[in-house]
């Protein structure tokens, strides 16, 4: 099913950028210079507009809308 597999595709996308998202907030936290803070919440920003404009698409309601219908499990 095309639909499964994409969806599949979509939550290691999400998986994938919520990691990056951990250790760049990470290293924020532990020994960032100072210097660098300013690109760093660049990168933070970017990172978590990605994540939610996947998590919001109309690719991924789409998909859930047509998972969620019982007989397109048959």
Same mark, same amino acid.
């Given at each position: 099913?095309?639909?499964?597999?994409?969806?599949?595709?979509?939550?290691? &996308?999400?998986?994938?950028?919520?990691?990056?998202?951990?250790?760049?907030?990470?290293?924020?936290?532990?020994?960032?210079?100072?210097?660098?803070?300013?690109?760093?919440?660049?990168?933070?920003?970017?990172?978590?507009?990605?994540?939610?404009?996947?998590?919001?698409? &109309?690719?991924?309601?789409?998909?859930?809308?047509?998972?969620? &219908?019982?007989?397109?499990?048959?």
């Amino acid at each position: 099913m095309q639909q499964l597999k994409r969806l599949k595709e979509i939550e290691e &996308e999400l998986s994938i950028l919520g990691g990056v998202r951990s250790v760049l907030h990470w290293d924020s936290n532990t020994d960032l210079p100072r210097k660098a803070a300013k690109q760093r919440a660049e990168h933070m920003s970017y990172l978590t507009s990605l994540y939610h404009r996947k998590i919001v698409s &109309e690719e991924l309601k789409n998909i859930i809308n047509f998972l969620s &219908e019982e007989k397109n499990f048959s």
